[in-house]
């Protein structure tokens, strides 16, 4: 195993990215880097296992002819290099074929979160611009809703729809596309981050990000060529996408999809069949299978070689437990939809691992800690997570899509997260600066839930917060202000909770929802979330403290 220090040391950013791609900074595809070139032979590049005990593999020379058949039909459709393909789709061979003949024609993939509603998918068509959206049977009619709606491939679509049926048009082509080459700053990814100021916002993933996606699955989640490797993530979100299909595929590396819900019986399944050595997932997922005890752990025991936990601080509990109930190390690393993961606990590097730390900054990147006049502070003194562009050669993120940013500040870029480095330089996380909420693993923005509730007739004013939350490690509540004439019931929580789950997506929902008279706001009329957030905190302490007295 290499030394951290060393690997920091010696690394060299043309020398990696000779070394990680087929063709160059100035000429790529990501089709040919993530597919193509490991075409030559027998090499699997998917494992798919179906919530119903289907199962099926599908070699790298499959999918690369697939792609290049299927690019010609996006093409029929006017798609060209540039253009925005967005895939609403689960975790099946037809996703990851969308993905690749978008990148072969040299166009950018969009993702679309499968539990999204159709006012979520509808901004980001809209923001997207995206000419084509990608579908099946089971999410066709969220697009019914979507105003201008781009033209649609179904898988399996409807007779009379008007829809072009996503195998039928692939069967019936024999025209191949040939790899559009481009530059490495060209995007071949358009993803969403949540924010609390307005909408999510768009950004773009270079082409060049590929080097760095791939410095992340070999140094931090040390993928192995004899490793059977999945990764729980959705690819509808970044650390699916990027870590579930670009990172492993493009090392010429199988990968594995479960199209169906999480349970710790399938994650039993799956580990036990394709006898997974390398597990990737958020702490939420791991609280889970703990939970299960012994009906997780004695059918898995010793079969894992490393874990790698993402989304959200792993708890102490949960590292324990792993070590000491299925013997392997489970490693914490963090990252963010514009960084791609960039502090880690290094499975493939040697380094001290500082209990209750994220990390260390993974080769490529120099991470720091600025303080409140963007100054550089030691250890000990809390301040906010930030890249130094000027020494992070693997540091790709250039801004929001169309939109401005502050979190630009001369060389550095702030993470928006309070940390603080430790004396042996690793850093720990502390908290989040702004209002995002993370909860079973899903970073939401609370504008969005907020929007949504507004759009009830019932509903004058929203204001939503995470609420700190032992399980999911915070759940959603919505503090909401009434129309005249409207009184605050069950029945109507109730229907404002299944209002925000249809427009939305199924996990941004608020759980809690208390009806009140006025929102703290600053006299201009900015929402001051943090004064909810502080209130429930500590009627949260007060509680646990009465439950102490009492006992």
């Known amino acids: 195993m290499r030394e951290y220090s060393a690997a920091v040391r010696s690394f060299n950013y043309q020398q990696t990215a000779r070394a990680a791609l087929a063709g160059s900074l100035e000429a790529l595809n990501a089709c040919v880097e993530c597919c193509d070139r490991h075409a030559d032979g027998e090499a699997v590049a998917l494992y798919w296992e179906g919530r119903d005990g289907q199962s099926a593999s599908y070699r790298f020379d499959e999918l690369r002819d697939q792609a290049a058949r299927f690019a010609s039909v996006l093409q029929a459709q006017g798609v060209g290099p540039g253009d925005r ?14 993905v690749l003949a978008t990148w072969c024609l040299g166009a950018v993939y969009q993702p679309l979160f499968t539990a999204f509603g159709p006012k979520a998918v509808e901004h980001r068509l809209h923001a997207s611009g995206a000419r ?7 999410n066709r009619a969220k697009l019914d809703e979507v105003e201008q709606c781009p033209a649609i491939i179904c898988v399996n679509a409807a007779q009379g729809s008007g829809d072009v049926d996503f195998h039928a048009a692939l069967n019936a082509t024999t025209q191949a596309c040939d790899p559009v080459l481009l530059p490495g700053e060209a995007p071949f990814l358009l993803m969403f981050t949540s924010g609390t100021t307005g909408p999510a916002k768009p950004l773009e993933v270079p082409l060049r990000a590929i080097v760095a996606f791939q410095g992340y699955m070999r140094d931090a989640i040390d993928l192995r060529p004899e490793d059977a490797f999945w990764n729980l993530a959705d690819p509808g979100w970044a650390y699916g996408l990027y870590y579930a299909v670009t990172g492993p595929l493009s090392l010429g590396h199988a990968t594995t999809f479960f199209d169906g819900p999480f349970s710790v019986e399938s994650t039993c399944r799956v580990i036990d069949k394709y006898r997974i050595t390398n597990l990737a997932g958020s702490p939420t997922a791991y609280r889970m299978l703990i939970a299960a005890g012994a009906a997780f752990s004695a059918p898995i025991k010793g079969r894992l070689r490393v874990v790698s936990s993402a989304g959200e601080p792993l708890n102490p509990e949960v590292i324990r437990w792993f070590r000491d109930e299925l013997e ?19 499975h493939g590097l040697e380094h001290n691992v500082h209990p209750g730390s994220a990390g260390y900054a993974v080769p490529g ?7 409140e006049q963007h100054e550089e502070l030691p250890a000990g003194q809390p301040g906010i997570l930030a890249v130094d562009r000027e020494q992070s050669p693997l540091c790709w993120f250039a801004g929001y899509h169309g939109l401005p940013t502050k979190a630009f500040v001369g060389k550095y870029y702030l993470s928006g997260d309070t940390v603080e480095l430790n004396p042996d330089g690793s850093i720990s996380f502390v908290g989040r600066s702004d209002d995002v909420i993370t909860t079973s ?11 949504a509730l507004i759009e009830h007739p019932a509903v004058i004013e929203a204001a939503v917060i995470g609420k700190p939350d032992p399980e999911r490690t915070e759940l959603i509540k919505a503090f909401v202000v009434l129309g005249a004439g409207q009184q605050g019931s069950e029945e109507l929580a109730e229907a404002l909770r299944q209002h925000v789950r249809k427009r939305l997506y199924a996990h941004a929902y608020p759980r809690e929802i208390e009806f009140v008279s006025e929102l703290p706001k600053t006299p201009s009329g900015k929402l001051q979330r943090f004064i909810l957030r502080s209130q429930e905190i500590a009627l949260q302490q007060a509680a646990q403290q009465a439950h102490k007295a009492s006992a």
């Open 85 to 98: 393909v967005a895939g609403l789709l689960p975790r099946t061979v037809e996703l990851l074929v969308t």
């Open 132 to 138: 084509v959206v990608v579908t099946d049977a089971n």
């Open 328 to 346: 392997v190390t489970i490693h914490d690393h963090y990252g963010q939809t514009e960084l791609g993961m960039v502090l880690c606990n290094h």
């Open 365 to 371: 990147h120099r991470i720091v800690v600025l303080g």
């Open 441 to 451: 693993g899903y970073r939401v923005g609370p504008f969005d839930v907020e929007s």
